[in-house]
């Protein structure tokens, strides 16, 4: 007889997750909490963040911000609907596209602070998008090494 699980969890939240697939599960879900909350803040109200950056609130802005929130939308569904795919080439997938994108919105950041088109007010921003890279990178290097000594 099977042990019960308790009603509305599937065997994906019952079952153990250890290492990569735990770290995985863990990264997958801050990023798309914090992807929806940023999709919230640039379609309700896209001048709060662009005013901390030192950007002026032009019609330009606020159309170009609510379709920056569409687009952290879009990652926050692919983060959630990813959380708890087992390691596989769209995860892989998944993984590259993120650390590029986080890592690409930093880059970003930091050159416009350092040629004067943004204000002080980027560099939380930018080092949180680092650390969401960076922690993506190294999960990719722990599945590559977890791959290699299981194969």
Known sequence: MHPQRPRGLSRQ??????????YFFVLTCLVSGLCFVLAGVWLLDPGLLAGS???????????????????????????WAFRNVEPSPARTALEWSLTLTFLGIATLGFWQFATHAVTVGILPAGLLE????????NLIRLERRHTKENP
Do not use: C, K, Q, Y
């Open 130 to 137: 680092l650390i969401v890279a960076a922690a993506f990178l």
């Open 13 to 22: 939240f019952t079952a153990p997750m250890h290492g990569v697939n735990r």
């Open 53 to 79: 950056w030192g950007v002026d609130e032009t019609l330009g802005m606020e159309v170009v911000g609510r379709r920056i929130g569409v687009l952290m939308a879009g990652f926050g569904v692919l983060s």
